[in-house]
Every structure is written in structure tokens, then in C-alpha cells.
């Protein structure tokens, strides 16, 4: 019996910071042709579904991630990081001919651009994998899945509704661009949602500056959600959880340095999840999460 499954991305993460990647405007500005030396380099395992497994784990929950994972030069590094991390992937599919690879740059201040790659894939729930085999566990964390169909991800969640298995939601900012009527049905079979404040913009089709998240959001723009958690993260900005008309808000904790802001959401996720299997308390989780959060933070790597 696993406290959590995790269901999303697992990616080998190539980092790169030096001096030479000169940065203005918020923008690297990088020569067509040019040549750039880095003085920091850093593999890792990223992914929202390992991001938030490792999280979990590191908080001292049983977890296992469930995702592709590419019969290529990255799969031996991405297993042995798992392993490392006790995290079980044999929920996992080993495929031929997949990558899900990402090449981030570093400011000196820990902000990133991403070039991101991902072979599409259009599966879930794989052969080799019945629906019997990940149903024992406390808790399902479906990570940001734009590629699957609305369809398929409700399924799923049906089959853990029905075996009581509580279903935590994240949802990026591709899928939030769709028509909310499309959503609703998928949203309603999570009692847990997680989006940043800008995707929630997105969901809600409303100007991100007319948007007051100190007041009750989804009373005012989907009041279909009253009876799920939703939690909007905003960064440094801190973050919000919205029940049963209740507005929780959990300040970021402040540190001094920043190195990375890569996984710092997942971070949030993966602490409020622990926190919240361990003592059913919303206030408390949130706390987890912004902690978890802040370490994720100060080191390079989103896990």
C-alpha cells in the first residue's frame, strides 16, 4: 500500500548557469551562433509526476510515480535517481523511441527559461498496467497531462472515486485554456485542485489584474468547485486555499537566496500533499507546502 501515486512527467533535466549567459529584460540574450561556457552544470530528474513523488517521499510517505520513462542514454540516470530516492516505478512504462528532456538556463538569481521536449503520447493507463495494480494506495496526485484526453483522465478518476481513494488535480496552463464547460466534469471528479495564479486567469477567462484572490474566487467564478479544495499558489506572493466558503492564505516563507526556481510548485504540491495525508488539516498542509517550497528553492534541481 502506497501513502501516494503519482501520475504525471518524469524528465532528465539538464541545467546550465555561468556568467557568460548574459540575461536583460528578462530575457537571455544569446547570439545566433554564438558559443556560451557553463560554469555550473547539474543532471537531475524532473517531471511533475517525479517532482512530486520524491516530495512526498522526502517527507517520510511511501510513494511510487507512474509515467514513461524513454529506453534511451537518459533511462539507466533517471532509474538510479528513483532507486536513490526509494521512489517505486514499476507502475512506470520503459518506451522506445520516447524522450521527455529539458535544457534550463540559470540567471544568477535563480530565474529560468526552459527548452523543453517531449515525444507525444496520447496513453495513460498502459497494458501492463491494470487498473487493479494502482488502486492500493491512500492518495492519487494526477499531474499536468494536457496530452491526454479529458476523457481518459476522467475515467481514471472515476475508478479511484469509486474506490474512495481521494484524487489530487494539477492543471496546466494548456489545459486551462480550454472552455471551462469543458472542464467542469474533469475538475468535479477531484477533491483536491492545483493550479498557480496565472493558470487560474487562464481557467476563469478573466483579466489576471481583475482577479482579487483574497476573497472567495471560486464563489465569484465557479462556485461548481464550492465543495472541492482549490489551492492557488502566487509565488513569492504566498498562497491560497478556498472550501466550503473559507479562504485560507499561507505567506511564502522568506529566504534569503534564491538558486533555482525550477520545481518550486511542485515543491508547494508535493508538502501540501504530505501534510495533508498525514493530518487531514488544510492550514497545516499549506504550511508543509510553503516549507517544502522554500528548500526546493535554495538548491539547483526541482526535487
Known sequence: MFD??????????LYF???????????????????YISEKFYTGVGGGGANVAIGVRKHGLKSAVMGKIGNNIFK???IEKLHEMRIDYHLCDIEDNYYNVSSILLTPQGERSIVHYVTPHGSLVSDNNTLASISKTKMVYLGNLPDISITQRIELMRFFRMKQIPIVINLGVNDCRRPLSHLLTLLDQANIIVLNDHEFAELVKAPYQDIHFKENVIKWYIPK????????????KGSFAYFNNEVIFQEAINIREITDTTGGGDGFT??????????????????????????ILQKIGAN
Open 76 to 78: 539507466k540516470i533517471i
Open 17 to 35: 548557469k555561468g556568467s557568460t549567459l548574459t540575461y536583460k529584460n528578462n530575457r537571455f540574450q544569446l547570439a545566433v551562433g554564438g558559443k
Open 270 to 295: 508535493s508538502g501540501f500533499i504530505a501534510g495533508y495525508i498525514k493530518e487531514g488539516n488544510i492550514s497545516h498542509a499549506m504550511k508543509s507546502g510553503a516549507l517544502y517550497a522554500s528548500k
Open 4 to 13: 501516494l501515486i503519482s501520475i504525471g512527467g518524469i524528465s532528465i533535466d
Open 225 to 236: 468547485l464550492s465543495d472541492q479544495v482549490v489551492i492557488v499558489t502566487r509565488g513569492a
